[in-house]
């Protein structure tokens, strides 16, 4: 999250966090001015990971299914099933095009959508190492689904039929609404 400081709790242990991995290649650091303490206030308490405030996922949130009965496998796989709409993610950043998935599974599900067609490019080669020269928001849009505020609408996330996308789209079959 960018433009935000961190708490000095939070600083403190985010320092400790960094002490304690080993980066994979060597970095450079730029060296900087050493940056001033914070006006003494009165000694907190023992601070642990539980007190402090976090953003953690609720761990009874479902996750996207992995498996959806035989019918609706066999029309993906035949592509007999004709998304109820689509979304498009060529030339947008990583930041863009999260932003556009997470607006556009929020319509479609306020709609009531069961099909949505998301169209990302062409998976990364599997020869490749991150950064990805090409497919980076393919590889990304599995992680966004699982952490989405809207990974418990989502049933299934499939493959798309060559007529709609082939390897450079997914289908992504949302739950009905009870």
């Known amino acids: 999250m960018a433009g935000r400081s961190l708490h000095p709790d939070e600083a403190q242990l985010w320092a400790r966090v960094m002490a304690s991995v080993r980066p994979l290649r060597p970095v450079a650091v730029p060296k900087r001015a050493a940056p001033t303490p914070p006006a003494p206030v009165a000694p907190p308490a023992q601070t642990t990971l539980k007190s402090l405030p976090s953003r953690q996922l609720p761990t009874s949130r479902p996750v996207p299914g992995v498996t959806l009965d035989g019918g609706w496998d066999r029309r993906l796989t ?101």
């Open 78 to 178: 035949r592509g007999a099933v004709q998304p109820d709409a689509s979304l498009d993610l060529h030339g947008h950043t990583l930041a863009s095009a999260h932003a556009l998935l997470d607006a556009g599974l929020d319509r479609a599900i306020a709609r009531g959508d069961r099909v949505l067609l998301l169209v990302t490019g062409k998976p990364p080669r599997a020869e490749s190492e991150r950064p990805h020269a090409r497919g980076a928001i393919r590889a990304a849009v599995a992680d966004w689904l699982a952490v989405s505020r809207h990974a418990g609408a989502i049933a299934a996330v499939r493959g798309a039929h060559p007529r709609h996308g082939g390897t450079g789209a997914l289908y992504i079959v949302l739950r009905r609404t009870r």
